[in-house]
């Protein structure tokens, strides 16, 4: 891992020995891998359920939403030989300890308590914070499983390509252009040395080399210009009306088959739909960085997959995990090329056409939007949005140049009588607060919990507690101070 220079040394040091502990419980044994049902949690399971399995262990994959007493006492009732735990699990190792023994490790790259950090003197827990790596932006969980897989057997950098899709499905694309950065980076250069992923800087239309042009860009959702996504008529207008040949001999041309100089038509003619829809020149000129960036190959894939485009793979993973197939996601992602993934194209329909409605409602009925002075802005998704897509509803807006600059919490009511938060920074924001430290505290204050990511985070609080928790949200993204200490 070049580029990380100071916490090189800690982290090799560490994975050493944490390989040595899977190597010798691996051959012949019941190992189960626990992990988290986003795209990163299938991505990381699946990676090391290959890896065990290449090592001659029995090993299953199961995922779920978050890591509680109830699942660990079914770790401990299952008696399996030995459990991995990926994207999970911070702030729980005393309960593994008292319930498995020794009988387990943790992959993961949430930021964990402090505590945890320096009292594992048994190196269970490989965690990227741990050794210095920023886990928000530098590496995820698939990345610390490629990077665990990799070091058990030089045979497992097949799985880079897998972990390339974990960085993006979990926003780790930040560097200039939506580049790596970190040991992402260093993973996307051994993916591309072994000619497993292609990087191009292209515009980020979904369905590049599969879809005709007016369909990718009304596929694409990120950024999300309304308007124009998911409205396929509108955007073969806009097309149509730049002057571009959408056909060639009768058949729809695609992204990649477009000059730079058709390119560069789409662009301004974007921008100007952009500007005259939102009345802003600079969320125009915004949406244009915002649709230009690296693109990330699966060379490996069929040239007409969907998961020739690690954007495009991650959504379907993430789809997969949103409406509890995460299974689907998990075969896929262990290569699985058939049954599953003919499943997974049918998930992946029916998940664009909910978020979909539940987009198109949001910006329809204009009271779900309280834009409080063009800071901060809360979305109410209650009676419309399902607790399990809350987060991809999130991230959603969080691209569409309407709540451009603004910190976004969305909420909606969860089926256990609680309330369910997801908070983002929109694109453009340039607030420094740490939501994941702004929802663990906020909520916590209130009976609540949560935690997350520097720019993505999210909490169930009190039913009861909802004004008193917005207030306090609007006082800690407020308070300057607060924001950069967090
Ligand atoms: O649900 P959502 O996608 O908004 O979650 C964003 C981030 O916040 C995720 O990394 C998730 O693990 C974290 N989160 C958390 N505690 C919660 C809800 C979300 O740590 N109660």
Redesign the pocket.
């Given at each position: 891992m070049e580029g990380t220079s100071t916490e090189k040394p800690k982290f090799q040091q560490a994975l050493e020995p944490f390989c040595e502990k899977i190597r010798s419980v691996a051959d012949g044994s019941d190992i189960s891998v626990i992990t988290?049902l986003?795209a990163d949690g299938i991505t990381a399971g699946s990676i090391m359920g290959v890896a065990l399995k290449r090592l001659g262990a029995r090993c299953s994959v199961r995922t779920v939403s978050?890591m509680n007493e109830s699942v660990i006492e079914r770790m401990k009732a299952e008696g399996r030989d030995f459990y991995i735990i990926t994207d999970l699990g911070g702030g729980m190792a005393a309960k593994f300890q008292k319930a498995l023994g020794k009988k387990w490790l943790i992959i993961d790259h949430?930021q964990i308590p402090d505590e945890e950090m320096i009292t594992d003197d048994d190196n269970r827990i490989l965690n990227a914070w741990k050794y210095g790596i920023d886990g928000s932006k530098d590496v995820c969980s698939g990345g610390m499983a490629y990077l665990v897989a990799s070091a058990l057997d030089k045979k497992n950098k097949d799985l880079s390509c897998i972990a390339v899709v974990s960085a993006v499905a979990?926003r780790q694309d930040q560097g200039e252009k939506k580049s790596f950065t970190g040991p992402n980076l260093e993973i996307l250069k051994a993916a591309q040395s072994a000619g497993l992923v292609q990087v191009e800087m292209d515009m980020m239309l979904t369905g590049r080399e599969t879809r005709p042009v007016h369909e990718a860009l009304a596929f694409t959702s990120f950024p999300f210009i309304e308007g124009l996504t998911w409205n396929r008529e509108a955007c073969y207008s806009l097309l149509k009306n730049a002057g571009i040949r959408m056909k060639n001999n009768g058949r729809w041309r695609v992204p990649a088959e477009l000059s730079q100089e058709e390119k560069s038509t789409i662009l301004d003619a974007v921008a100007r739909f952009v500007a005259t829809y939102t009345k802003s020149s600079a969320a125009a000129t915004k949406i244009i960085d915002d649709m230009i960036g690296y693109v990330y190959t699966l060379a490996c894939e069929d040239k007409r997959s969907q998961l020739r485009d690690a954007r495009e793979f991650s959504t379907m993973l993430n789809a997969c995990g949103r409406i509890r197939k995460a299974g689907v996601g998990v075969a896929i992602c262990m290569g699985d090329r058939n049954a599953m993934l003919t499943e997974g194209e049918e998930i992946i329909q029916s998940y664009r056409s909910a978020l979909r409605n539940y987009i198109s409602t949001i910006f329809a009925e204009k009271w779900r939007i309280a834009d409080e002075k063009g800071s901060i802005a809360f979305v109410n998704g209650e009676g419309l949005v399902p607790e399990d897509m809350?987060?991809?509803v999130?991230?959603l807006l969080s691209g569409s140049p309407t709540l451009q600059g603004r910190v976004l919490f969305v909420r909606t009511r969860a089926s256990d009588s609680t309330y369910?938060?997801?908070?983002?920074k929109c694109t453009g924001c340039t607030s420094e607060v740490n939501l994941?430290v702004v929802?663990?505290e906020c909520?916590a204050s209130l009976g609540g919990?949560?935690?997350?990511?520097h720019s993505?985070?999210?909490?169930?609080i009190p039913l009861s507690a909802l004004e008193d928790f917005m207030a306090a949200l609007r006082l800690r993204v407020s308070d300057a101070k607060f924001a950069k200490a967090a």
């Open positions: 988290h986003d978050d949430h979990d809350l987060g991809a999130s991230s369910r938060f997801s908070s983002r994941g929802m663990r909520s919990t949560g935690g997350g990511h993505a985070a999210g909490c169930r």
